[in-house]
């Protein structure tokens, strides 16, 4: 590729320029190449399209807004799935609390401490199957038809939930509901990251996290009023409007691209940025056009290498292991198994009101703190969210943790502070979900390169879910073997080890184009630079810098 293609095919880098400083004045001004006057004119109206290029006004964001929200309609259903356990747990559980009401205790079917740990777990051990195959699978048909296909199978779950008279019947509605959720992960999490614009990505992005946390709250809502088996039904609601919604709105404009369907792409694109003409997208059509371009070029300069080869460069490596640590952080930090034994940790605490409404306000601050996280997260970023929130949690355990401590030994101590766990706990669930519950799943999305984002994200979402299966699955015997203080410290101590983990090792990228934070992890001497320069600045400036008269080059040799 000749200099002069390059130059109307790429972005101008830093790295790019030329590094002869044979010329360089006394005074050390910039130096561009003079150019002709037609060219200038290019240059500035280059400039003035880059500017202009993306309107960030609430009409241009709503149908970003509605494809997410159709998308999510699915992202609920799967969250119903996590919430059910904990509201069927005590009424199938035979050795469970004494206060179960005969309206929620199950009369067809009892399971035993062994049986209610597979219950809690088994759909989390099965996600990661899903994730494996996620990209493999979905990619060859698109985002849109694989999330449409996907709402079948969870209606046959729920009427499985429902219509169960044995463990094997349970398990099995347990286990189809966890593989969908793992197929879900590709077409789900980068369907969002290739529809939305840099300044709204990490909103919408979050808002699929709190999506899955507001799908867990209604059980605990119906779980108060209805037996489990009635809620299930009313569950399958769900994916009869995510099947509907999902009919209405158009596939990736990206995965449309590398599929050479150029003119789709170009009207998914006008649908997208807010039902606007073709002339409105053409900017960004290009950019996307030519970025995948390049990245397909690159993937055929290395079609002899063996095909793990790009899962063993950085970026892959390093953005897998920060968002690996952040889910291990999530899941034993805590709120994992909380969430899932919450009715009985609470009645073992002696909270001042019954495990099921302590359970209801432990869900409605998970949502609250979903929702603060999502409000937030546009000013703040992702890092300042990420280290409040684990320092908070930790903060909490720690509290909770001494509470139980004192307890075993002196309970007239804390006879008067009855208060404190249920505080505490529920502050740390807060705390959690502001950020660290969600934060890998912002970061899947966006900090992969196109051509393994689907597998990669595949590959990244099973590991929370294993994670969170080996949390459950080992409860009782964590319980057994440091008792229930220790286990609340160890909490704590997980989630302070998380704080300076990320502080140290996760970079700032709310807001920057998905190709600078690609570029970002490919380079070695930023491992540890936490803000990530974006491209476009730097070509604008470059731009500015080039047919500013003031910034001409001195040629004036210098003889210092």
Same mark, same amino acid.
């Given at each position: 590729m000749n200099p002069d293609t390059r130059e109307r095919t790429e972005p101008v880098l830093t790295s790019d320029l030329p590094n002869d400083h044979s010329t360089v004045s006394v005074n050390c001004r910039i130096a561009p190449i003079k150019e002709p006057t037609n060219q200038n004119n290019n240059n500035?109206?280059?400039?003035?399209?880059?500017?202009?290029?993306?309107?960030?006004?609430?009409?241009n964001a709503l149908?970003?807004?509605?494809?997410?929200?159709?998308?999510?309609?699915?992202?609920?259903?799967?969250?119903?799935?996590?919430?059910?356990?904990?509201?069927?747990?005590?009424?199938?559980?035979?050795?469970?609390?004494?206060?179960?009401?005969?309206?929620?205790?199950?009369?067809?079917?009892?399971?035993?401490?062994?049986q209610i740990s597979w219950f809690s777990s088994i759909n989390l051990i099965?996600?990661?199957?899903?994730?494996?195959?996620?990209?493999t699978i979905t990619q060859p048909f698109g985002r849109k038809p694989s999330m449409i296909a996907l709402t079948l199978p969870f209606i046959l779950a729920w009427l499985l939930f429902h219509y169960a008279s044995t463990v094997t019947q349970l398990y099995l509605a347990l286990a189809l509901c966890g593989l969908c959720g793992g197929l879900l992960e590709a077409p789900v999490l980068t369907y969002v990251?290739?529809?939305?614009?840099?300044?709204?990505?990490?909103?919408?992005?979050?808002?699929?996290?709190?999506?899955v946390i507001l799908g867990s709250i209604s059980q605990f809502i119906l779980g108060n009023f209805f037996h489990w088996r009635k809620v299930v039904l009313f569950n399958t609601?769900?994916?009869?409007?995510?099947?509907?919604?999902?009919?209405?709105?158009?596939?990736?404009?990206?995965?449309?691209?590398t599929k050479g369907r150029i003119a789709e792409a170009e009207?998914?694109?006008?649908?997208?940025?807010?039902?606007?003409?073709?002339?409105?997208?053409?900017?960004?059509?290009?950019?996307?056009?030519?970025?995948?371009?390049?990245?397909?070029?690159?993937?055929?300069?290395?079609?002899?290498?063996?095909?793990?080869?790009?899962?063993?460069?950085?970026?892959?490596?390093?953005?897998?292991?920060?968002?690996?640590?952040?889910?291990?952080?999530?899941?034993?930090?805590?709120?994992?198994?909380?969430?899932?034994?919450?009715?009985?940790?609470?009645?073992?605490l002696g909270s001042p009101i019954n495990g099921y409404t302590s359970?209801? #306000? !432990?869900?409605?601050?998970? &949502?609250? %703190?979903?929702? /603060?996280?999502?409000?937030?997260?546009?000013?703040? *970023?992702?890092?300042?969210?990420?280290?409040?929130?684990?320092?908070?949690?930790?903060?909490?355990?720690?509290?909770?943790?001494?509470?139980?401590?004192i307890k075993q030994y002196n309970e007239e101590i804390i006879l008067n502070v009855t208060w404190i766990p249920l505080v505490f706990l529920n502050t740390a669930a807060f705390m959690t979900h502001i950020s660290i519950r969600l934060l890998p799943w912002m970061l899947i999305g966006e900090v992969y390169p196109p051509n393994i984002r689907g597998q990669a994200s595949g590959a990244s979402g099973s590991s929370s879910?294993?994670?969170?299966?080996?949390?459950?699955?080992?409860?009782?015997? #964590? !319980?057994?073997?440091?008792? &229930?203080? %220790?286990?609340? /410290?160890?909490?704590?101590?997980?989630?302070?080890? *998380?704080?300076?983990?990320?502080?140290?090792?996760?970079?700032?990228?709310?807001?920057?184009?998905?190709?600078?934070?690609q570029n970002h992890f490919a380079d070695k001497t930023k491992t540890f630079v936490m803000k990530i320069e974006r491209s476009d600045k730097i070509k604008e400036k470059q731009m500015w810098s080039a047919t500013n008269p003031a910034l001409e080059l001195d040629h004036t040799e210098t003889h210092i």
């Open positions: 500035n109206n280059e400039i003035e399209a880059f500017r202009t290029k993306s309107k960030k006004t609430f009409k149908p970003q807004i509605l494809a997410v929200s159709a998308k999510n309609c699915l992202l609920l259903t799967y969250g119903m799935t996590l919430g059910l356990p904990t509201i069927a747990i005590p009424a199938l559980y035979s050795n469970s609390v004494s206060n179960i009401t005969s309206v929620r205790h199950d009369d067809l079917l009892q399971l035993n401490k062994e099965c996600v990661p199957l899903g994730c494996m195959i996620s990209g990251a290739e529809i939305t614009e840099p300044h709204i990505r990490g909103v919408l992005a979050a808002l699929s996290s709190t999506t609601i769900v994916p009869v409007v995510a099947f509907i919604s999902l009919l209405f709105i158009p596939e990736s404009p990206h995965w449309l691209i009207k998914s694109l006008c649908w997208l940025r807010g039902w606007v003409q073709p002339d409105a997208v053409q900017y960004e059509l290009s950019m996307l056009s030519k970025s995948i371009a390049l990245n397909e070029e690159k993937v055929r300069m290395k079609k002899n290498k063996k095909f793990y080869s790009f899962y063993m460069r950085r970026t892959f490596l390093l953005p897998y292991f920060i968002i690996t640590a952040s889910f291990f952080f999530g899941s034993f930090g805590g709120t994992s198994t909380l969430q899932v034994y919450a009715v009985q940790i609470f009645e073992t359970t209801l #306000v !432990l869900g409605i601050l998970q &949502l609250m %703190g979903g929702i /603060l996280g999502v409000s937030l997260i546009h000013w703040t *970023g992702k890092r300042p969210l990420a280290i409040v929130s684990t320092l908070g949690s930790s903060f909490c355990f720690f509290v909770v943790s001494a509470y139980v401590f879910y294993i994670f969170s299966f080996i949390a459950n699955k080992s409860y009782f015997m #964590v !319980l057994d073997c440091i008792n &229930l203080s %220790g286990t609340f /410290l160890l909490y704590a101590i997980v989630s302070l080890i *998380g704080c300076l983990m990320l502080y140290t090792m996760m970079p700032e990228t709310e807001g920057v184009p998905l190709e600078d934070i």
